[in-house]
């Protein structure tokens, strides 16, 4: 890994940073959704070295790393990434598949399996199979590794919403078939986790509204289907939905969302200065106008 060899200069301030590779970057040609995935996994090949030298597993018979050495959230965005490489891959265009180095979106494609079998514990042959099979294959094998996360670490609670929406919205996306039967309890559970957790600044009421109306219109193409939507749920989709997408409108023009909750922060805490309450705060601000959108079709849709 290079680095600068000159001190970034701020506000009178120095720091050292690190370089991201050409070979990450690519050539120009490079869409920008392509480009955000490569350096995505090349940062999560960093944290895994960072963890690696700092953590050191307690029993070397186990060949997880989960939980000693890496955290389970990591994990989790590794998941992620590796979901949204199948939807990226999807919609690459040819011209701009055919610009990319081996040293780049197929070469991070590697390097993002190996480090979630690595973290796992899986063997080669089971990483063989996981890469040689069709995309609904890859989906439901990347879902099934969230849920034995899922099942070993029900801590921290974020965690676990995170991993709760990640395998609702690949059921949404990036499956042709009917709604995998477990969609209805991963929503009922992830429903009464964030009541519960009532953090909405950590997990945003927009990621809840977002995920709720993508569900109801999937639910509507798939109207011939055996699956009872209904089943397991004890609320009103659309309501929720609509709700949470108005508490996310609230919580960035500094509406009545926005004082209820902030009224939960404390200044001693450093809570005003919390890295990840800025970033979900522009991420709401970011998806407003799909959020406009979704709210639109609901309102005017007879669910």
Excluded at 115 to 142: D, M, P, Y
């Amino acid at each position: 890994m290079s680095r600068s060899l000159e001190p970034f200069r701020r506000g009178g301030k120095c720091a050292d940073i690190d370089i991201i590779p050409e070979s990450v970057l690519g050539k120009s040609g490079l869409t920008f959704v392509v480009r955000v995935f490569t350096v995505g996994v090349w940062a999560l090949g960093r944290v895994d070295e960072l963890f690696a030298r700092s953590r050191k597993p307690s029993s070397p018979n186990n060949p997880s790393l989960l939980g000693e050495v890496i955290p389970p959230g990591a994990l989790t965005i590794a998941c992620s990434l590796a979901l949204s490489r199948i939807l990226v891959e999807n919609d690459i265009n040819k011209d701009v598949r055919n610009s990319c180095p081996s040293q780049g979106f197929y070469e991070a494609n590697k390097k993002l399996e190996s480090v979630i079998f690595k973290w796992t514990g899986q063997s080669t042959r089971s990483q063989t199979a996981f890469l040689e099979c069709s995309t609904s294959e890859q989906v439901h094998n990347i879902q099934k590794v969230l849920i034995e996360s899922l099942r070993q670490f029900r801590y921290p609670v974020l965690n676990q919403l995170n991993v709760l929406k990640i395998l609702i919205d690949s059921s949404i996306h990036l499956t042709n078939a009917p709604l995998h039967v477990n969609t209805n309890a991963w929503l009922q559970e992830m429903h009464d986790l964030y009541i519960n957790y009532n953090s909405p600044f950590h997990f945003t009421p927009n990621g809840m509204g977002l995920t709720y109306a993508m569900l109801i219109l999937r639910r509507m193409s798939d109207e011939e289907s055996d699956i009872n939507y209904s089943a397991n749920i004890d609320f009103d989709l659309k309501y929720e939905s609509l709700k949470f997408l108005q508490e996310s409108r609230e919580m960035y023009t500094m509406g009545r969302s926005y004082y209820m909750n902030i009224k939960n922060l404390y200044y001693l805490h450093d809570d005003f200065n919390d890295r990840q309450i800025h970033r979900n705060h522009a991420m709401q601000m970011a998806g407003s106008q799909v959020a406009k959108i979704y709210e639109k079709i609901l309102r005017k849709k007879e669910i």
